[in-house]
């Protein structure tokens, strides 16, 4: 993941990377897949506890992902602090992130990798 500063808007961005090599087991149609799930994001609108999704292409072997920069860390580099909160911080947490799982259910789509490096908070 790299934060970029858009040079048209100066706004702040994350870009996530991975590595789609042209010599892997994917041929063009299973790549033009990758790329319509991830632009399946693009119809979801604004939610609270969600990365907002920009834009997304491939370049040099790469799938590029463009979305909102969050300032904060994430539930993994939190997660120890989190250790001597009071349950109901834990479970406002929980629900939040639930919320977003419920949301993108009923659009139609599936998180397939939820885990504590993927989850951000905006707010300390």
């Known amino acids: 993941r790299f934060q970029c500063k858009k040079k048209f808007d100066g706004c702040e961005y994350s870009i996530d990377v991975i590595e789609v090599p042209e010599n892997s087991f994917l041929n063009d149609g299973e790549r033009q897949k990758i790329i319509s799930e991830v632009f399946a994001h693009s119809i979801l609108c604004s939610h609270p506890n ?61 998180h397939l990798y939820i885990n504590p490096n993927s989850i951000f908070f905006t707010t300390p």
């Open 50 to 110: 969600m990365v907002n999704y920009f834009s997304s292409w491939f370049g040099d072997s790469k799938l590029y992902i463009q979305t909102e920069y969050c300032r904060l860390e994430d539930l993994e580099k939190v997660r120890p602090k989190l250790q001597n909160q009071k349950e109901f911080h834990s479970l406002n947490i929980l629900s939040s992130i639930l919320s977003a799982l419920k949301y993108l259910h009923h659009k139609g789509l599936v």
